[in-house]
């Protein structure tokens, strides 16, 4: 069983930055993408950024310049750096792994962005 612990998340003021973790954990042979959503109140769930094993990165045009994604294959976390936070990114956001053929979701771990 694979179990996604996510850590980072709290209230920040605009301007600022935060750092979210996420740590796979379990039975594991091969990680392939490991991506960051979010889901603000009464909208969708959506891509924030993405990272593939080869080291790929993808972002949202509304995170790019701001956010960046890394991963530590060796202990098998991804990052999300968030600088110069804004208030419309106050959301949820889920870690994602897509590994040996199968997707598994973090718990979610609150970003607020407000003065």
């Known amino acids: 069983q694979v179990h996604l612990v996510e850590s980072g998340g709290g209230l920040v003021q605009p301007g600022g930055s935060l750092r979210l973790s996420c740590a796979a954990s379990g039975t594991l042979f091969s990680i392939n993408a490991m991506d960051w959503y979010r889901q603000a109140p009464g909208k969708q769930r959506e891509l924030v950024a993405g990272i593939t094993n080869t080291g790929s990165t993808n972002y949202a045009d509304s995170v790019k310049g701001r956010f960046t994604i890394s991963r530590d294959n060796a202990r098998n976390t991804v990052y999300l750096q968030m600088n110069s936070l804004k208030p419309e990114d106050t959301a949820v956001y889920y870690c994602?792994?897509?590994?040996?053929?199968?997707?598994?979701w973090g718990q979610g771990t609150q970003v607020t962005v407000s003065s």
């Open positions: 994602h792994v897509w590994a040996d053929f199968s997707h598994y």
